[in-house]
Structures are given as C-alpha cells and as structure tokens.
C-alpha cells in the first residue's frame, strides 16, 4: 500500500509478527489448511488464529520455498495449492499441522457462484449448470487458474489422498463448533475451553461483517443444507453423475438428506457486550473493542470489574493505557494506546504502512490514528481519541532535548520540528547546522513553508510566534546595548 494514510482494509493478507494482545501464545505452532475453495477453510483459519493468536500469513503463488521457509515458527494460512512435489517436500521438512476442509460439494458450488458472480444475489441457474462442465474464471482465489468445478472439489480429495491431512468437516465445525474446535486443539496444543469459547465469539458472522463494513458481503451466513432448495433439478442430475458421483463418496456426502444439524449448538455467552454496547462514560462501544476484549486471556478479562465500568483498573481504562510497546529516541513520548496498538496489530494494511512503531513510523501512525479513527469503519468514541491527541499535541510542540541552546531569545526547537528535520533529506542539506547558525533560517522555512507533511496543528502558528518573541526579545536586549 503506497498511501501513508490507510483508510481502508486490505482483505485476504497476512502480518509479518505474532499479534500477541494478552493471550498466551504457544511458540513453534504452524498450521496450514490446503483445500478447496469455499469449503469453510477462512472460517477455520480464523477460528484457530484467534485460538492461538497466530498471525495470519501467505504462500505466493506459484508456490516459492524459499519465501515459504522465510515464514518462522508462528503462523497459519490457507491455500488451494494441490499436493505438488515442491510443497510436499516442504511440508515433510517443515512439518506443520495440515488441514483439509471439506463441505457438502452442493453448498460448495452455490457458494463459490456466489463469489465468482460478485455476489449477485439470485441464482441463474443456467450459469450454475455451466460450472459444472466448463471452464471459468476464479476470480481472485489462488492460484488463479481456470477450472471446471470437478477440478476444485479434486483440491480436497487429492490432499485427503496423501495422508498428510487431517479432515475438518465443514458441517461438524459448524454444528458442533465447541467439540470441533477442542478436538483440534488437543492435537495442535492444549487450549483452555474459555479461550476457544471466546475465539467461536470473535469469529461471530455479525461481528466480523461489522469489522469489515467494506467487504460484509464477503461474510455469508455459510448454512448446511442449501443445496437442497437452492441447486436445480437439472445441476442434482448433473450432480448424480460421473465424475461428480464419484466425488462425492469419496469425500463423504450424498444427494439423499444426510444427518447434519442446520443449527449450531449452543454456546456460553463470552462477549459482554451484547449486553452492554456502551460504557458508563457513555462512550459507544466498536466493533474493534468487542474483539480486542475477545482476543484477550480470559484469566484477564475476568478480573476486571463489570465491563462498562470506566474507573481506576477497568476495560476501557486498559484500552486507553499508553501500549507496552514504546518509541525510541526523540520518539520515546509520542503517546500510543493500548486500543491504537491493537488496531495496528490486526490491520495488515496498517503494518505495511507504518512498518516500524518506535521510531517516525509511530508519529505518523498515531496522526492516522487520530485523523481517521471515529470515521467508518472504526467508529471510534471521541473518549477514545481526544486524550491521544492532547498528549500528540504536547510532545510535538515540547522542546528537542537535545536542544542546547535554552536562552530566552533563542527560539526554540520542538520535537516535530526534529522529526521534519530527520525525515526531509533537504533540510539536513540546506540548514546542516541547525542547532546555532542555520537555527532561525531553519524555522522560518517550516513557519512559512507551504509544501510542509505531514504537518501537525498549530504547528505554524507556534513557530512564528516564537519567533516573533524571540525578535523581539533580541531587539530589546540590543536596544538596551547589551548582547
């Protein structure tokens, strides 16, 4: 992303470090999901990264080892690569946990119309018929092949084949997600129930559309069974068929009823904010706070007091806490909260744009921050917003420690003045003495430059006035014959 100012999500990316928010992270856990399109796999593979706090990364295609061995020890991701001799090898050496996703091969193809006619809504069944048996374009799943719809199913069944996979029935996560999730927990790696029970919550359907307003249609209800009222007489006959027949046994479905449950058991209610939307400061609370309170350890979450409290040790005292992790140098007091953190955390976007937190790339993520975080998506409270641009607004116009010269009619070097100085190559060209001879010559270009970014309010206006005093200051203490 070229822009230093995201406003928008970039969907179906990876982070390049473990968003550790206060869950305990298990070290050397890799998991990959290789299967079929629209099998339920993103689902899973949002599930086990909330379960784990697993960053979500990305092979490239064509599949690349040394990229793919570039990955480290913590990730998990999905892709519709098929059991090719490079990957195969890899995986044998890398061992990761391997998972394949497979679905009722008729909710698969209404889904995957869906997404290869941009959502349309209804069906056109002579198109849905016509995936059956010719070519079409993929639309954005990789590799970005042109495939018949037998050769999707095929990306299931052929790593099912090699006995590298565990199979996830996409109708057992779904009913029975809980039992599921556990099971695969005890052969990954142990995990608490009331931290699964909070991940199924994170992964809620409606939480995750309202995360992501832009791509909401993205998010489908993904229900069991739709095949049966939704596929034509004549796609179930093509459907009876070979090689489809056969596909089918294979992977454990049928076109009579089977026995799966349409309905999901269940669960304990893990987001208090069902009940409570919003805190007693009267603060509304975002989509992004419901899930940075689900991604936390629920040892944690349970000491706080009730979760709309505001005082001294509560929820929203914590998201409002400058972040664990601070700046370096002259960015050591450029304010970051909790909440700011977690956001960048679990925005791709937002790391590729501001690669580095401790130094210039933290002033200007904090600016985005507090530029864009009420607007939509975010929605965020001004509660959540105004103290972070208070404490920005005092350490950009505090003086530079290292500015030496602290007379009164020297003006003054502030810490944004700084920050522009370092990051404008120019500047250090034209004005190389900047803390005594080029000093004023350097200020009032940045007083009365129009081609200044970023800029910071009342930035301008504080310097000139600045050096107004200090013109003035000079002019008396000359005036009096004195130096």
Same mark, same amino acid.
């Given at each position: 992303?070229?822009?230093?100012?995201?406003?928008?999500?970039?969907?179906?990316?990876?982070?390049?470090?473990?968003?550790?928010?206060?869950?305990?992270?298990?070290?050397?856990?890799?998991?990959?999901?290789?299967?079929?399109?629209?099998?339920?796999?993103?689902?899973?593979?949002?599930?086990?990264?909330?379960?784990?706090?697993?960053?979500?990364?990305?092979?490239?295609?064509?599949?690349?080892?040394?990229?793919?061995?570039?990955?480290?020890?913590?990730?998990?991701?999905?892709?519709?690569?098929?059991?090719?001799?490079?990957?195969?090898?890899?995986?044998?050496?890398?061992?990761?946990?391997?998972?394949?996703?497979?679905?009722?091969?008729?909710?698969?193809?209404?889904?995957?119309?869906?997404?290869?006619?941009?959502?349309?809504?209804?069906?056109? &069944?002579?198109?849905?018929?016509?995936?059956?048996?010719?070519?079409?374009?993929?639309?954005?799943?990789?590799?970005?092949?042109?495939?018949?719809?037998?050769?999707?199913?095929?990306?299931?069944?052929?790593?099912?084949?090699?006995?590298?996979?565990?199979?996830?029935?996409?109708?057992?996560?779904?009913?029975?997600?809980?039992?599921?999730?556990?099971?695969?927990?005890?052969?990954?790696?142990?995990?608490?129930?009331?931290?699964?029970?909070?991940?199924?919550? @994170?992964?809620?359907?409606?939480?995750?559309?309202?995360?992501?307003?832009?791509?909401?249609?993205?998010?489908?209800?993904?229900?069991?069974?739709?095949?049966?009222?939704?596929?034509?007489?004549? /796609?179930?006959?093509?459907?009876?068929?070979?090689?489809? @027949?056969? &596909?089918?046994?294979?992977?454990?479905?049928?076109?009579?009823?089977?026995?799966?449950?349409?309905?999901?058991?269940?669960?304990?209610?893990?987001?208090?904010?069902?009940?409570?939307? /919003?805190?007693?400061?009267?603060?509304?609370?975002?989509?992004?706070?419901?899930?940075?309170?689900?991604?936390?350890?629920?040892?944690?979450?349970?000491?706080?007091?009730?979760?709309?409290?505001?005082?001294?040790?509560?929820?929203?005292?914590?998201?409002?806490?400058?972040?664990?992790?601070?700046?370096?140098?002259?960015?050591?007091? /450029?304010?970051?909260?909790?909440?700011?953190?977690?956001?960048?955390?679990?925005?791709?976007?937002?790391?590729?744009?501001?690669?580095?937190?401790?130094?210039?790339? @933290?002033?200007?993520?904090?600016?985005?921050?507090? &530029?864009?975080?009420?607007?939509?998506?975010?929605?965020?409270?001004?509660?959540?917003?105004?103290?972070?641009?208070?404490?920005?607004?005092?350490?950009?116009?505090?003086?530079?420690?290292?500015?030496?010269?602290?007379?009164?009619?020297?003006?003054?070097?502030?810490?944004?003045?700084?920050? /522009?100085?370092?990051?404008?190559?120019?500047?250090?060209?034209?004005?190389?003495?900047?803390?005594?001879?080029?000093?004023?010559?350097?200020?009032?270009?940045?007083?009365?430059?129009?081609?200044?970014?970023?800029?910071?309010?009342?930035?301008?206006?504080?310097?000139?006035?600045?050096?107004?005093?200090?013109?003035?200051?000079?002019?008396?203490?000359?005036?009096?014959?004195?130096?």
């Amino acid at each position: 992303m070229g822009d230093s100012r995201p406003k928008d999500r970039i969907p179906g990316d990876g982070t390049k470090a473990s968003r550790s928010t206060g869950a305990q992270s298990s070290p050397q856990i890799r998991i990959l999901i290789l299967s079929t399109p629209k099998t339920g796999n993103t689902w899973l593979l949002n599930l086990l990264a909330a379960m784990y706090d697993l960053p979500k990364l990305g092979l490239v295609c064509p599949f690349d080892r040394k990229q793919a061995v570039s990955l480290g020890d913590r990730w998990i991701l999905f892709h519709h690569f098929m059991p090719d001799p490079p990957i195969v090898e890899w995986i044998e050496e890398t061992q990761p946990f391997v998972l394949t996703t497979v679905r009722h091969p008729g909710d698969v193809l209404i889904s995957l119309y869906h997404h290869i006619h941009n959502f349309a809504g209804s069906i056109d &069944q002579r198109k849905l018929k016509a995936m059956l048996d010719s070519p079409y374009e993929r639309h954005g799943i990789y590799p970005p092949a042109t495939h018949t719809f037998r050769d999707e199913l095929e990306c299931s069944l052929a790593w099912k084949r090699t006995g590298m996979t565990r199979t996830v029935r996409y109708e057992h996560l779904r009913s029975h997600t809980l039992q599921t999730l556990t099971s695969l927990a005890n052969w990954i790696h142990p995990v608490e129930q009331a931290r699964i029970e909070q991940a199924i919550e @994170r992964c809620d359907i409606d939480l995750m559309r309202k995360l992501d307003e832009e791509h909401r249609r993205f998010f489908r209800s993904g229900e069991v069974g739709q095949w049966k009222s939704g596929l034509a007489p004549e /796609v179930l006959d093509f459907l009876a068929a070979e090689p489809y @027949r056969s &596909q089918l046994t294979e992977l454990g479905y049928s076109l009579v009823d089977q026995e799966f449950p349409s309905t999901p058991e269940p669960l304990p209610a893990r987001n208090p904010f069902r009940r409570s939307p /919003v805190f007693a400061n009267g603060a509304i609370v975002a989509p992004i706070i419901e899930a940075c309170y689900l991604s936390l350890d629920p040892a944690t979450n349970a000491l706080w007091p009730p979760v709309a409290d505001v005082g001294r040790g509560s929820f929203f005292a914590w998201l409002t806490e400058p972040s664990e992790l601070g700046g370096q140098g002259l960015y050591f007091g /450029v304010p970051l909260t909790r909440l700011a953190h977690y956001l960048y955390r679990n925005r791709p976007d937002l790391e590729r744009a501001f690669p580095d937190l401790t130094g210039p790339d @933290r002033l200007r993520y904090a600016q985005w921050f507090v &530029q864009y975080a009420a607007e939509t998506p975010l929605k965020l409270h001004s509660r959540f917003v105004t103290p972070l641009v208070d404490d920005l607004s005092r350490w950009a116009h505090s003086r530079f420690a290292g500015d030496r010269m602290r007379r009164p009619w020297w003006p003054k070097l502030t810490n944004f003045t700084m920050h /522009v100085y370092r990051t404008v190559p120019k500047l250090q060209l034209d004005y190389p003495d900047y803390l005594v001879k080029d000093r004023w010559n350097l200020l009032h270009w940045l007083a009365y430059s129009h081609n200044l970014e970023p800029d910071m309010p009342g930035f301008k206006d504080g310097i000139r006035a600045d050096l107004e005093r200090c013109a003035k200051l000079r002019s008396a203490i000359a005036s009096l014959g004195l130096s």
